[in-house]
C-alpha cells in the first residue's frame, strides 16, 4: 500500500545513507522505518474510510507479529479510537 509519496521517501533515504560515505548507520535506517510505521498508522487512525481488517493488515506488513507488545498496542489505539469495530 505504498503511495508516491512514501517512493519519494525511499529515495531521499536511500540518498542520504549514500552520502555518509561508506559508513553504514542501522539505528538510523530503523529509526526512519519506525517513525514511517507511526506516521502511516496514526493517518489511518485519523481515515474515517480505514476499516479494522485493513489497519491490521499493515501493521502485519510491518513485521509484527500479534503476540508482539507493539501490535498490541496498535490495536489498543485502535480500540480507544474506533472501539472493538
Partial sequence: M???DDRDHDLRDIQAEETTRGK???KKALSLARR???AEM???LQDPRCDKDTYLEVIR???LQEE???FRQLLALWRKRR???
Fill in 36 to 38: 514511517r510505521m507511526i
Fill in 2 to 4: 505504498k503511495k508516491p
Fill in 68 to 70: 508482539s507488545h507493539e
Fill in 61 to 63: 506488513e510491518y513485521g
Fill in 24 to 26: 553504514k548507520q542501522p
Fill in 42 to 44: 496514526a493517518m489511518m
Fill in 83 to 85: 472501539g472493538n469495530d
